[in-house]
């Protein structure tokens, strides 16, 4: 094949996935639970390949499932909605039996294989089964052919994080985030931290940054600017340790992955944010 047909039969192929994905009918789960996402399922059949792009053009990804409680919430919207039974593609790829990854790049942790998956002999991408009636197989993946057909189910992540490399005090840069976002970033849970972590690394930021954390002079603890419930904490050694008639504020150190106490008029870049 010369270069000139190659070219050409790659922009047909293109064009032919983007009618594709411009058809596809949007269906929202109408509760979403989570502090951390929203869940969108496409009611369209399509193969792997196009459901992944169409979710990643329009939200953040194929949804990842990474305990029994997202299943749970996941399916139960599905039956609130009284979508049909159905085999519905989400996140995971490269599954070689046991093996496997999430499309965003998160930790394969997490399992719920159905009695006998996996148990494709080429590598395979990741379905759900989604039956209203039946509970031995409702929610169990199935390692299927990443060719085949079927619906799917996107994610996009609520919070947005905003960078800012301009080094300031911790009030100043409180000050910013108010004025031009919602506010100084907060982390909820350990996944929120690996989405803050994952933009950051693309930003080409690799010093601390001060998040929206302080101390109360008054209790002693710690508490998030912004009224955020302190549902997650992840303190190298301890840095957590306050008390009365003392301030301290919090950074993000990036090399060491955690968070660390710091003299609030010390200087650092910072992350704002914006819910959607």
């Not at 960078?163 to 996944?191: D, E, H, K, L």
Request: hydrophobic share 35%; glycine share 6%.
């Amino acid at each position: 094949m010369n270069s000139q047909s190659g070219l050409s039969g790659w922009i047909n192929m293109m064009g032919s996935i983007l009618i594709i994905l411009a058809g596809f009918k949007l269906f929202v789960l109408a509760v979403h639970g989570s502090q951390e996402f929203n869940y969108y399922y496409v009611n369209e059949m399509t193969n792997w390949t196009n459901a992944q792009a169409y979710c990643r053009s329009n939200f953040t990804d194929l949804v990842t499932i990474a305990d029994q409680k997202e299943l749970k919430e996941i399916l139960d919207n599905l039956t609130r909605e009284n979508y049909s039974d159905a085999e519905i593609w989400i996140g995971l790829k490269d599954i070689n039996m046991t093996n496997g990854t999430w499309s965003n790049g998160e930790t394969f942790t997490y399992r719920n294989w159905n009695k006998g998956d996996p148990n494709n002999n080429f590598v395979s991408c990741g379905c759900m089964y989604y039956h209203r009636n039946e509970t031995n197989h409702n929610g169990t993946w199935n390692d299927c052919g990443c060719r085949h057909s079927q619906t799917f189910i996107c994610y996009a992540v609520k919070r947005k994080f905003h960078a800012v490399n301009n080094p300031m005090t911790w009030v100043s840069a409180f000050q910013y985030c108010n004025s031009n976002y919602n506010g100084m970033a907060t982390i909820r849970s350990g996944r929120e931290e690996w989405y803050l972590l994952k933009y950051l690394n693309e930003t080409q930021i690799w010093e601390k940054v001060w998040i929206g954390m302080r101390s109360s002079m008054i209790f002693g603890h710690w508490f998030w600017m912004n009224d955020d419930p302190v549902t997650y904490q992840n303190w190298i050694n301890d840095s957590s340790k306050v008390s009365q008639n003392t301030c301290f504020c919090t950074s993000l150190d990036l090399n060491q992955k955690k968070w660390a106490r710091q003299d609030c008029a010390e200087r650092a870049p910072f992350v704002c944010y914006t819910d959607n």
